[in-house]
């Protein structure tokens, strides 16, 4: 993966609040299912994510699979942000422990580093991102819960694309991605299929959207936000579509409550329909001094409101609607936690490094991203994937940790119920290969988890 990717991840999507980390070298395809949410603390399943946030909300699909043809390679990784003093609360994560509840995935040779996930199904799930070069798209698609992955054909016409950022489908059969050009990393096209994968079909954003978009966030059977930074224009970015990803129209109305030029970045978005949504961005003037934004929407995204402000970083947000209201939880620092559709914001104490949540309700939640660890290797910066789930609505959140001797980004978590989730990212292990010296090892291979442990798939 070239340089200018792994600055435009610092700066586009996380990098905003994680201002003053270190980027690891090289970066590995992560793909994992992760199972273990009874009804107490634990934190598996997806849910329409900011983010594209993330991944979004579980969709329960409406059409039958379609087969996806073979083609391209993959995916790309999360930096994690620094740890700022969080408000300490009556909650407080229970002690990490080693992971041990997943399966074994193997994915094909050609995935790089995954940056995006969605999964519509415990069967069905996109994974996008680079190929082990980092310098081509690349797209898998599973339609048997990870046990097996077909690579679909990325279109290279008329745009030459070096990166797939984030997927979202409303149904086994239609789904949206987000991808970049070669030419700088910074112009964006939207990809569209209505086959499951077979073929995706370029679709070009407006002049004043294309730059800097990188995260997806759709809901229902046809809306879709698609936002990011647009570092020339100094203005946070925000293309929407309403025909399921066919035709974009951009505004900058996050500027109102959230400007670039003030070093303020949206990372990350959810809707719980086509009206009501919410953002959370950081604004991190300084190296570690970051002050988290928690924005509201009635109308679409054309107008927002601050609904809630304080100090330290914010990385994703999740909402969902419960009985006649609306629960949140946003996360970064600490996690902030509404009953109220964001009329008030009670703080609960979390694991630092997480980057990314998915929740399958509004209790079962599971989010994951990295922290720093140390190695004795001159030249590595590694970083250790860690997992927190709640199972009470972000009251608690139990805590784990990927194993230690690898250095592994978990960049994107999707759960379709409160024990069924898969994990997206990068590893690099800790190893010599071609008589380089210890870590110099291929860019790529897959790391997977299983339920006895973990596997290194490369």
């Known amino acids: 993966m070239g340089p200018a990717m792994r600055l435009r991840l610092l700066r586009g999507w996380l990098g905003q609040v994680a201002v003053g980390l270190t980027v690891a070298i090289a970066l590995t395809a992560v793909l994992a299912l992760a199972i273990a949410h009874g009804g107490a603390p634990g934190r598996p399943a997806s849910a329409p994510s900011a983010q594209s946030t993330v991944a979004p909300a579980a969709v329960v699909p409406t059409d039958t699979p379609g087969p996806s043809t073979s083609a391209s390679p993959a995916p790309t990784p999360t930096p994690q942000p620094p740890t700022p003093a969080a408000t300490p609360s009556p909650a407080t994560p229970t002690p990490a422990t080693t992971v041990a509840a997943w399966q074994p995935r193997q994915l094909p040779s050609s995935i790089g580093p995954l940056m995006g996930l969605t999964c519509v199904d415990a069967s069905h799930c996109w994974a996008v991102g680079e ?136 990372s990350g978005m959810t809707f719980v329909n086509a009206k009501d949504g919410w953002l959370a961005a950081n604004t991190c003037p300084n190296p570690g001094a970051c002050t988290g934004l928690i924005a509201a929407t009635s ?66 939640c599971t989010a994951a991203g990295s922290r720093s660890q140390a190695w004795d290797q001159a030249g590595l910066i590694p970083q250790q994937g860690v997992l927190a789930t709640t199972g009470n609505g972000g009251d608690s959140w139990t805590t784990q940790l990927l194993p230690a001797d690898t250095s592994t980004w978990l960049n994107r978590v999707s759960c379709v119920s409160a024990s069924v989730c898969m994990l997206a990212g990068g590893q690099q292990a800790k190893v010599a290969h071609a008589g380089g010296p210890p870590g110099t090892g291929p860019q790529s291979s897959a790391l997977v988890m299983t339920s006895a442990g973990w596997h290194n798939a490369g």
């Open 131 to 266: 190929d082990p070069t980092g310098f081509a798209p690349a797209i898998a698609a599973t339609a048997d819960g990870g046990v097996t992955w077909t690579v679909e054909r990325v279109p290279q016409r008329p745009a030459s694309l070096q990166a797939v950022f984030d997927v979202s489908c409303f149904s086994t059969l239609r789904c949206v991605a987000a991808a970049a050009t070669s030419g700088g990393e910074t112009t964006s096209v939207a990809l569209t299929t209505a086959n499951g994968g077979a073929t995706w079909t370029q679709r070009s954003l407006p002049t004043d959207g294309q730059n800097g978009p990188t995260r997806l966030a759709c809901v229902g059977g046809s809306t879709c936000s698609l936002y990011g930074a647009d570092q020339p224009r100094g203005a946070n970015v925000l293309d929407f579509s309403t025909d399921a990803g066919a035709t974009w129209t951009a505004t900058t109305a996050p500027d109102a409550v959230c400007t670039l030029a003030q070093s303020c970045r949206v």
């Open 299 to 364: 109308d679409g995204g054309a107008t927002w409101r601050t609904v809630d402000t304080g100090d330290g970083y914010i990385n994703d947000i999740w909402c969902g609607p419960v009985a006649s209201s609306v629960d949140c939880i946003a996360l970064g620092a600490k996690a902030l936690v509404s009953h109220d559709a964001g009329g008030t914001w009670a703080p609960r104490s979390v694991p630092n490094g997480l980057a990314t949540i998915s929740c399958s309700d509004p209790l079962h």
